[in-house]
């Protein structure tokens, strides 16, 4: 393993993080302690549904394999848990095993800080046979040019619309799918967006007299972070990350992607901007639930709240529309045994758990993921995870039939970290303060792709 120091390590992410006080201990632990057992740690983030079900696992996983007790290490914020992750490894007192968020999984991987872990995977009789996983989406997310993986994928994730089901009905717009006929092209999508926008005076965008400082329902709610970024992006023939490794927002199709975006603010007032957002008081959940707004466009994890049983109003998903093609970002954190474990047997079992249909499953009933197992994407894998009242009667498409056609898989350079926050992450703001995207995009990819080439 290559030297960690803390001054080095800190400097080299381009982060600084103070020690936080977390440790929370499974009752199965104390009572482990007395036995001849290895204790191992496992760190991580998440709210109260992520907590919970993780402390169910460990019981499940204790069970098993008695010889292993395992404690869970949780912060709720995954920014903390990253900071503090990354001041724990530069300090030697990480944990056996954790959370790797997509950000950081290469950065940590080029530095040594992950434990390979392909050998294992190979031989071992479930998660080495052919296709167990999703390929080759997960192949390309978790092995390094040489094909050595340093940790596995969790799930699955990727945006989508949701959306407020009675205001399409009263409008008399069909709403968006997954099947490649429901997907709307960019026009069409902005078409419908001016008929669901309206001011309080009921005029729409076109009509003369429109109020943009007075709009009483908004149509679509797209966020302006990198991954549904990414998915218009990818959507208009352009790159996230170019084949060598490079911040590809600087190309002719990435820059008109984000026009587009910034238009739908700007131009069209069809999305509220972020400020708008935060004077209502509401989040995109809140809005869509009171009529405020149509569509929102989130992560697939944002089902474990916005779902049909938690809604007052009807709600669907589908599919973003599409410009040159279908397409949205999949990502998701990785689980990986540190490279500084001294029990890298008992972390592997921990690891290897992690990535069987169980623990999967548990997730994914709940609404928080999309699976990464072939097998759950069959008819009988889906009864074990589609959940009445949880997944809308097309939910299933998105993870059968889109994702494995439209889903695009990225893979976050090292240096990836340093190179956002300083240069991408202000070139996003701008954006959404209606900036033009070729104002600030070429110079913010030239001093990101500097940085992410003195990593390479």
């Known amino acids: 393993m290559k030297n960690l120091s803390r001054r080095n390590f800190l400097k080299m992410m381009g982060m600084t993080g103070a020690m936080a006080a977390t440790s929370g201990i499974n ?16 760190g991580g983030w998440g709210g109260v549904a992520e907590d919970e079900g993780v402390q169910a696992a460990i019981e499940v996983f204790m069970a098993e394999n008695p010889n292993i007790a395992v404690e869970w290490r ?66 390309w997310r978790c092995a390094d040019a040489d094909g050595r993986w340093h940790g596995i994928g969790s799930t699955w994730v990727a945006h989508h619309i949701y959306y407020n089901a009675d205001i399409f009905a009263e409008a008399g717009i069909d709403p968006p799918g997954f099947q490649d006929d429901q997907i709307w092209d960019w026009d069409t999508f902005v078409d419908i967006c001016k008929a669901l926008t309206f001011d309080s005076s009921g005029r729409h965008p076109d009509d003369a007299g429109f109020d943009s400082d007075d709009i009483q329902q908004f149509a679509v709610d797209w966020p302006l972070w990198w991954m549904p970024i990414g998915a218009a992006v990818y959507s208009n023939g352009g790159q996230l990350f170019t084949d ?66 938690l809604m007052q109003v009807g709600m669907g998903t589908g599919a973003l529309p599409k ?49 990464n197992q072939s097998a759950m994407l069959t008819d009988e894998g889906l009864s074990g995870w589609i959940t009445e009242g949880i997944h809308p009667d097309n939910y299933s498409q998105f993870a059968t039939d889109y994702l494995p056609a439209h889903g695009q898989a990225v893979k976050l350079p090292n240096g990836w970290i340093e190179a956002q926050n300083d240069y991408i992450a202000p070139a996003f703001e701008a954006l959404a303060a209606g900036d033009a995207a070729a104002d600030v995009f070429p110079d913010a990819v030239a001093e990101a792709n500097d940085v992410l080439r003195a990593y390479q």
């Open 74 to 139: 949780h912060i709720p914020d995954a920014g903390e848990f990253s900071r503090t992750l990354l001041t724990d490894i530069a300090a030697g007192t990480a944990p056996d095993t954790a959370f790797i968020v997509s950000d950081q999984y290469e950065t940590f991987r080029a530095n040594g800080a992950l434990l390979d872990i392909t050998d294992l995977i190979l031989n071992d009789p479930l998660l080495g046979q052919e296709n167990y996983f999703i390929q080759p989406q997960e192949a």
């Open 323 to 371: 410009m040159a093609q279908p397409a949205s970002v999949m990502q998701a954190h990785f689980h990986s045994v540190l490279a500084t474990t001294d029990h890298p047997e008992e972390a592997w079992e921990w690891v290897r758990f992690l990535a069987t249909p169980f623990y999967q499953e548990h997730f994914a009933k709940i609404g928080l993921w999309i699976p």
């Open 244 to 309: 060598d490794g490079l911040c590809g927002l600087d190309s002719p199709e990435a820059l008109d992607a984000l026009q587009r975006l910034s238009d739908l603010i700007y131009v069209h007032h069809v999305a509220p901007r972020s400020a708008a957002l935060a004077d209502l008081g509401m989040s995109n959940t809140q809005m869509v639930d009171t009529g405020r707004l149509a569509m929102a466009v989130d992560g697939s994890w944002a089902l474990s709240w916005m779902n049909p049983s």
């Open 27 to 42: 009752p199965f632990l104390m009572r482990a302690a007395a036995q001849d057992v290895t204790q191992i740690s496992f």
